[in-house]
T-cell receptor, first 109, second 115 residues
Framework: SQQGEEDPQALSIQEGENATMNCSYK?????LQWYRQNSGRGLVHLIL?????REKHSGRLRVTLDTSKKSSSLLITASRAADTASYFC?????????FGKGTRLSVIA | DAGITQSPRHKVTETGTPVTLRCHQT?????MYWYRQDPGHGLRLIHY???????DKGEVSDGYSVSRSKTEDFLLTLESATSSQTSVYFC??????????????FGDGTRLSIL
């Protein structure tokens, strides 16, 4: 299995602080994707980073990928209460997306 | 938001009964997926489809069957529901020529309880 494993499982921060979540995986990948899930809703795609990319930005999101360490990180800068959600990494190799178990982020106003 | 509708949104049924969940898309995307989400397990792929009448198994396909007779509809059937199939089921779609390099778009889920 190439399931991503997020760390930490839960994270609580104050509004305005940065939030960093990490993802480790086991086998070679084509790309890695990050998703957000608000309570009671489906997942929403945030960003995709290909195996030949090292860093990618989208608004307040910054994703890094280190294929030598088989790890990725998601940084959310200047967090807001609306960022409260669960965040999942998902890896793509020879099979469709394989999701990790997620990081639960709570942003306190 | 991507045009994905899951029905029903909630269902309670008894062990041993057949259950069919429907996913309908208006995006004309090629790929459709069924996942289940359980505490402690994240999302796990049940089955997916890469075209009309073309389907393949995922990680947790035992006890489930699927059908796709039209591009827009992907059905998930539990032939004889068991309590272990109590879960939240998500449908997702993606476009492109491969299932690997495009993001997936998710419906809002079906909460299924089997008593």
């Amino acid at each position: 299995s190439q399931q991503g494993e997020e760390d930490p499982q839960a994270l609580s921060i104050q509004e305005g602080e940065n939030a960093t979540m990490n993802c480790s995986y086991k086998t070679s990948i084509n790309n890695l994707q990050w998703y957000r899930q608000n309570s009671g809703r489906g997942l929403v795609h945030l960003i995709l980073i290909r195996s030949n990319e090292r860093e990618k930005h989208s608004g307040r999101l910054r994703v890094t990928l280190d294929t030598s360490k088989k790890s990725s990180s998601l940084l959310i800068t200047a967090s807001r209460a609306a960022d409260t959600a669960s965040y999942f990494c998902a890896t793509v190799g020879n099979t469709p997306l394989v999701f990790g178990k997620g990081t639960r982020l709570s942003v306190i106003a | 938001d991507a045009g994905i509708t899951q029905s029903p949104r909630h269902k309670v049924t008894e062990t041993g009964t057949p259950v069919t969940l429907r996913c309908h898309q208006t995006e004309n995307h090629r790929y459709m997926y069924w996942y289940r989400q359980d505490p402690g397990h994240g999302l796990r792929l049940i089955h997916y489809s890469y075209g009309v009448k073309d389907t393949d198994k995922g990680e947790v396909s035992d006890g489930y069957s699927v059908s796709r007779s039209k591009t827009e509809d992907f059905l998930l059937t539990l032939e004889s529901a068991t309590s272990s199939q109590t879960s939240v089921y998500f449908c997702a779609i993606s476009d492109g020529t491969s299932n690997s390099n495009q993001p997936q778009h998710f419906g809002d889920g079906t909460r299924l309880s089997i008593l």
